[in-house]
């Protein structure tokens, strides 16, 4: 967006999620998108489930996409290009996330941000598992590392962007998807900032494992920075 141009509004912004099982809290989630917005977003699920969670998101509104279970990062990814709106807002369906939050990160957006990015772990993440924030950490600190800039928290799922930015990025990993959404921005150069947010108790049970899973995200980020760090020494 440029100087000239008009600010983005509500009206221009569809949440993301993908969903797997979640008919604990995809209601309160999607509740509370519809409160924070006045039902002004559009809210797009990419779902896999086999219980409610499909029905209770449509009786809430949301359109939902149908998939076969491919894991986390397939949905996600899906749902960003399911998204027509000029600003996209990813968020997970377990509640964590602060969806009060949405206009703050629009804000970003319109002082100029391509991709604003929640960092839980700036007030401590009291309410996640101590293995999962000392992991989140520690990933931060590996591709902060290899990036070259710091970063606080390259794992969360809250996120902001401009639709140009996911158009033009081709967005590849699977559980380290997370990562990867923050990490290639990053390395392109695009105006990218962290701002704190609060992280609250999941409703229902998560569904990744620890250590399969952060083997799966290191995986990525290391995989991720490599690419980046190609592209750009290759002509």
Known sequence: MTDTDAPYTLDDVTV???????????GTV??????????????????????????????????????EPLGYG?????ALYEADTDVVVTTDCDDTYPMERIPDFLEYVNEGYDVV???????????MPAVNRFGNAAFAAVASLLVGERLHDTTTGMRAYRRDVIEAIDWTRNT??????????????????????????????????????G??????????????????VLP
């Open 74 to 78: 397939v949905a996600v990814r899906s």
């Open 117 to 127: 990015s929640g960092d839980r772990l700036y007030w401590g993440a009291d309410e």
């Open 176 to 213: 380290g998807l997370s990562a990867e959404l923050l990490i290639r921005p990053v390395c392109r150069d695009y105006d990218v900032v962290e701002v704190p947010i609060e992280y609250d108790d999941r409703l229902g049970e998560t569904k990744l494992d620890p250590l399969e899973g």
């Open 16 to 26: 993301v999620m993908g969903t797997y099982n979640e008919e604990t809290a995809i």
């Open 215 to 232: 083997a799966e995200i290191l995986g990525s980020i290391l995989t991720v920075c490599a690419e980046e760090r190609l592209r750009r």
């Open 30 to 67: 999607l509740d509370d998108i519809d409160d924070v917005t006045d039902g002004r977003a559009d809210v797009v699920c990419v779902d896999s489930s086999d219980d409610r969670t499909p029905e209770i998101a449509r009786e809430h509104g949301a359109r939902v996409v149908r998939q």
